[in-house]
């Protein structure tokens, strides 16, 4: 029996004798039946930890009063009402909860208002063998306040604290103040009207529109002011607004409701200076950075320009004159100020509105001269291509009351407007330029020698040190000039000959190589916009003419050099390694020279992204190939867990290939590695369906086929995602009934979830998939089905259920139905079923219904033994929320017991009763209870009648009285066996919440030195493999046993009924036996009283056939009775010996069958432990002493 219980508030109300036994059942529930009570259950998680003050287990804190606030009175007599009502409950020591659909809420008597939530319920069994199960239902916390704090929450609804969101904008202001609101629109809406009346009095212009917004800013700032109480400054101090700050706010407020019709009114105002600007941009938009003036041009710079680009164009996305300014500020500070480069990823991810009142009075501190901003800024302009340039610098210079005054901002405008004015004035020249460079890319797009000839013989036409001396450089003379054509990059920053490789014009590239201006230095350093440099691109087009020309160019140079230029990264951290799957034959070529463990962004090696290409034509001879390079490279000691992505996945992950994947699991590596969503290499095979992988994977010992992922799954979880032969591979090594690690889920639950009618059949069909499974709330697959089609499939594996050989008449209880008015029906399905055909109809019947079958019965075959329905629970929906599912599923099964009893009877499987009950739609009670009767009156006229004597009916009270005794003794060790197997279960259970609780006190700090070498892991698989996997065997033998246990309580019964008889008969054949006597005595003097002694006679022989006509009938009766009993009790010790027989069986089978699934399991982790050392010869020692 069990002595005690990992969750401390059970051990303590249950099994633990602490302070003189005041926490056992037999003290605080022994004025109460278990009927009259629930118990509501802190998971023992919940109970973890030490009192931060007297460093106390909290478990060692548990009172008597804390235990009695946990447990509910409850009547069996109460009317519960609607499913999903509220309803309030008194605890046993007076307090009183209030339980509202999943949660549990502290009332009256309790120190604080707590909540908690009903996670699932459970039919516990004590200590005490002769008392039924208690109703628990389990929360996530306890209820009292004390030492819980800290694993307890107060819901949002109850909080009485009031906390505000960051302010970030006046509208969140004023949403707090409904008066200030009121006011602050009306000035709004005046503001509107007077704006619309702008166009239709056709005063419309700049000085109009700016007034009207100016004096709204300045009615709302004083309306706030006059406004201001208390509560209002108190929240600005809060937010540490100054007076200069709220003005702002109330500025882009006032500019943000006004947006749309103001900026309607200056696109209409600066239409034409807008297009003709536009046009001016598109014309030059060939300009390349070279020929702007700029005194230096690395890297940096052109970094600066891109990132300012990227910035700019995010003018167009703001509203408010503030932000835009914001916008510009930004660009100038990337284009002056000298930083660290910043990478083009990070400023994609750039919130360049995260501050708008941080201070940037700094920004032009040590950066490029000023001159040179505004040639980079006019860059920044043609790039960008943002319409309405006009109008946005007007809205950003009269729109802006409170940003434009400071130096930064007006440096910033005045730079823009210059921009602007050079684009307009200076646009020939700049167009000039720009269509030189449109003929220069042409001729090399097209491949015209004849054109690049004259171009390179002539020098390209260049205004730079004429035009720009003039321009933008009034106060310094620089003598730049830019002679160097191949430096000029086209509109997407492709040099010359990277157009030339780009566009794959062999001719064109020929002829820029043999340009002495194309030295191997400027091949070196050459890169596009994504950091690619020429072999990269060559490489990614497929362009091998232009990588051979590429290499053998490249090849002139010092080894060091030419090394390193295989090692460069582009943007996005790829080296040209990465890209060999474009061109296979440079594996050999280039491999040895090539770093193999470089990463890109992703995290990828060039390995990795090799084993990625899974649909090239030459997967298997890219990666056989980049292996053996590896192996060469590397000593043959490939370590696998050098190469994995940001992801976590490793070679073992992505690999597509058969053969490969033989070859790799011969390297080094953990074959068992999670990725960062807990899946491992396996998971990952099932669900793509690689069918071949997984056998390979299954195959070796090393393979962890129980791991689990982060929502607690195992790789039979995922069967709905294989196709048939992953299906048939896995199910042959894999428990089918392997539980999830937080639900409960079995891989038949979770097909049912995603409504996978051939996995369910499957499952079903060809693994035996338990049907009545239960998840950790007490779900069966059925319970959580959506779609009606899958219940109708369910349901009819449940009707089949332990009947697939068999043929005939059949009929099975195969799910509960819920009524919103709390009522429970049963759906019976019934039907003959035969080799070619089954015919099955449905009916639905209540517990009413099943009652009135058992009296019918008792009733109509008063000498027959008739089993009972033994359902004494408590009603299901006592908790009106939070029906007991523990109660539903004990119901229906002992109706579908007690329907399996009666059809396996040889008198009632062919009663008309019991095939009506079970196909007849309607059941008419009046009906069937008049031919009840009748055939209780009919069956006495056929039956042939006998007079028991005395010692006859001696011998069957003997019987009686013996084989009851023997009964009892029968049912008494079979109570005694029911109870331990319920304990089994329970410490079961105990065992799973023991092992949580060890793992929770594994994640300690402390206990952070077991991760290494997999000390963790293994003590984790080693725990989880001790943990029943199947509980449905357990219990499908409690269920047996139970039934055994109820019928023979039914014969212990049955056997009691003649004892009333048999006494009958003794006492009518003494009164027999007496007056016969009297007759013989009786002395008459001779023709003394002759008519009065013939009257006795005649009363006394009628007397005697009276009471011989009442023995012959109660001897009938009761040798019926004998033999009845005597035949149904053979016939069930037949029938039980050979059921139990087969069921302990089943259960040692199976148990069998578990046990050598967990010992392989158990080999798996101390061989991945052992290989975990990365010693290879130990693994393969260790598996080959395995095969």
């Known amino acids: ?570 943007y996005s951290g790829k080296t040209i390694c990465h890209y060999l799957f474009y061109q296979p034959y440079l594996i050999y070529e280039l491999g040895p020279h090539l770093s193999w463990k470089s990463r890109d962004k992703q995290g990828q090696t060039p390995l990795f992204s090799l084993f990625m290409m899974h649909n090239h034509l030459d997967y298997k001879k890219i990666a056989m190939d980049a292996i053996e390079i590896v192996q060469l490279i590397e000593n043959n000691n490939l370590n696998v867990d050098d190469h994995f992505d940001n992801n976590g996945n490793s070679l073992f992950h992505i690999i597509n290939d058969s053969e490969c994947l033989s070859k790799l699991l011969s390297c080094r590596g953990n074959i068992n590695k999670r990725n960062n969503d807990g899946f491992t290499p396996l998971i990952c095979h099932i669900k793509f369906g690689r069918s071949k992988l997984v056998k390979i994977f299954l195959n070796d010992k090393r393979t962890d086929i129980s791991a689990k992922d982060q929502n607690g799954f195992t790789a039979i979880h995922f069967l709905v995602q294989m196709n048939l032969e992953t299906m048939n591979i896995l199910t042959e090594i894999v428990n089918i009934e392997e539980r999830t690690s937080y639900t409960g889920s079995t891989a038949l639950h979770i097909a049912v979830q995603e409504k996978s009618l051939d996995c369910i059949k499957y499952l079903v069909k060809n693994r035996s998939a338990d049907i009545n499974a239960l998840n950790y709330k007490g779900d069966r697959p059925v319970d959580i089905a959506k779609d009606q089609e899958v219940v109708d499939l369910l349901d009819e594996f449940a009707f089949f259920k332990n009947s697939l050989k068999k043929q005939g008449k059949i009929a099975r209880v195969v799910r509960i139905l819920f009524e919103d008015d709390s009522s429970i029906k049963f759906i019976i399905k019934s039907g003959f079923v035969n080799e070619n055909s089954k015919n099955i109809t449905t009916v639905i019947r209540t517990i009413e219904d099943f009652k009135f079958l058992y009296k019918c019965l008792v009733f109509q075959y008063s000498e027959l033994w008739v089993p009972s329905l033994h359902i004494d629970f408590l009603d299901p929906c006592i908790i009106p929320s939070r029906p007991s599912k523990s109660i539903l599923s004990a119901f229906l099964n002992c109706f579908d017991n007690f329907l399996q009893i009666l059809l396996q009877h040889s008198v009632f499987s062919t009663d008309e009763l019991l095939w009506e009950f079970v196909t007849v739609p309607q059941l008419y009670t009046h009906l069937t209870t008049e031919r009840s009767q009748k055939k209780f009156l009919d069956k006495d006229k056929d039956r042939q009648e006998k007079l028991m004597s005395v010692d006859e009916i001696n011998d069957i009270d003997f019987f009686f009285k013996d084989t009851k005794h023997n009964i009892e003794n029968m049912t008494h060790a079979y109570n005694h066996l029911h109870k331990s197997l319920c304990f089994l279960e329970s410490s079961c259970l105990d065992f799973q919440t023991s092992y949580k609780l060890l793992f929770h006190f594994f994640r300690i700090p402390v206990f952070k030195f077991l991760e290494v070498n997999g000390y963790l892991f293994a003590i984790e698989r080693f725990i989880d493999n001790l943990v029943l996997k199947t509980p449905s065997l357990i219990v499908e033998l409690i269920q047996l046993i139970l039934l055994t246990k109820n019928i023979l309580s039914d014969f212990s019964n049955a056997f009691e009924q003649p004892h009333v008889l048999v006494k009958e008969l003794m006492f009518a054949h003494k009164s027999f036996r007496r007056s016969v006597n009297i007759d013989k005595n009786t002395l008459w003097s001779f023709n003394l009283l002759t008519n009065t002694k013939k009257k006795m006679q005649q009363t006394s022989a009628k007397r005697v056939f009276q009471t011989t006509q009442t023995l012959t009938k109660q001897s009938t009766k009761l040798q019926n009775i004998h033999i009845n009993l005597l035949t149904e009790l053979a016939d069930f010790y037949n029938t039980h010996t050979q059921r139990i027989k087969t069921a302990l069986w089943n259960f040692a089978n199976a148990t069998l069958q578990e046990e050598r699934y967990k010992y392989d399991q158990l080999q798996r982790a101390l061989l991945a432990l052992r290989s975990g050392s990365n010693d290879l010869a130990s693994y393969n020692t260790f598996a080959s002493d395995q095969v």
């Open 1 to 570: 029996m069990k002595q005690s219980s990992p969750n401390a508030f059970l051990d303590r109300l249950f099994f633990s004798d602490h302070n003189n036994g005041i926490f056992s059942d037999k003290t605080l529930l022994q004025d109460f039946e278990v009927h009259d009570v629930i118990i509501l259950a802190p998971v023992a998680e919940s109970l973890q930890g030490i009192e931060n003050e007297t460093d106390i287990p909290w478990n060692e804190t548990i009172t008597s009063d804390f235990i009695a606030s946990h447990i509910l009175k409850c009547s069996s007599g109460l009317g519960y009402g609607l499913y999903g009502k509220t309803k309030q409950f008194t605890t046993i020591n007076g307090k009183t909860v209030i339980i509202k659909n999943d949660f549990v809420y502290t009332d009256k008597g309790f120190s604080s208002v707590r909540h908690a939530k009903l996670l699932y319920d459970h039919l516990y069994y004590s200590g005490d063998i002769n008392r039924p199960p208690y109703l628990i239902y389990f929360l996530d916390r306890p209820l009292l306040k004390s030492c819980f704090d800290s694993c307890t929450r107060i819901p949002k609804s109850l909080s009485v604290s009031k906390s505000f969101e960051k302010i970030t904008n006046f509208q969140q202001i004023i949403r707090l103040y409904p008066l200030i609101s009121q006011k602050v629109k009306q000035i709004l809406t005046n503001s509107l009207k007077k704006l619309r009346s702008l166009e239709e009095s056709s005063v419309l212009n700049l000085d109009n529109i700016r007034q009207i917004i100016e004096n709204t800013v300045i009615s709302v700032i004083n309306t706030f002011k006059s406004s201001r109480t208390s509560s209002i400054k108190n929240l600005l101090k809060a937010e540490k607004f100054s007076e200069e700050d709220v003005e702002l706010l109330i500025e882009n407020y006032v500019c943000d409701e006004t947006h749309d019709i103001v900026f309607f009114y200056l696109l209409k105002i600066n239409k034409e200076r807008d297009k003709e600007l536009m046009d001016s941009i598109i014309s030059m938009e060939y300009i390349d950075i070279h020929q702007i003036g700029l005194p230096i041009i690395n890297s940096e710079i052109i970094d600066r320009i891109s990132d300012a680009v990227n910035c700019f164009k995010q003018l167009e996305k703001r509203r408010i004159p503030s932000e835009r300014l914001t916008v510009l500020l930004k660009t100038v500070q990337f284009l002056v100020t000298s930083t660290v480069k910043i990478t083009k990823e990070s400023q994609r991810n750039k919130n360049y509105n995260k501050n708008m009142f941080q201070d940037t009075s700094n920004f032009l501190k040590n950066n490029l001269g000023g001159d040179c901003l505004i040639p980079m800024l006019l860059l920044v302009l043609i790039r960008a291509k943002l319409n309405n340039l006009e109008t946005n610098l007007v809205y950003i210079t009269h729109f802006s009351f409170l940003n434009t005054h400071r130096g930064e901002e007006s440096y910033a405008l005045s730079s823009l407007e210059a921009v602007l004015y050079h684009i307009l004035h200076q646009r020939d020249k700049l167009k000039m330029i720009s269509d030189c460079n449109i003929i220069l890319w042409n001729s090399i797009k097209s491949g015209d020698i004849d054109i690049l000839e004259s171009i390179f013989k002539k020098q390209h036409p260049s205004f730079n040190s004429v035009f720009f001396d003039e321009v933008f450089f009034q106060t310094t003379r620089i003598s730049y000039i830019l002679n160097d054509i191949y430096c000029y990059k086209d509109i997407n920053g492709d040099s010359a000959i990277m157009l030339g490789i780009k566009t794959k014009n062999i001719s064109s590239i020929t002829f820029l190589f043999n340009q002495p201006q194309f030295s191997s230095e400027f091949l070196l350093n050459d890169r596009d916009i994504e950091g690619s440099t020429l072999l990269m691109v060559a490489i990614k087009l497929e362009f091998k003419e232009a990588i051979d020309i590429l290499l053998q160019k490249l090849k002139t140079c010092s080894n060091q050099k030419f090394f390193n230029y295989l090692t460069q990264k582009d």
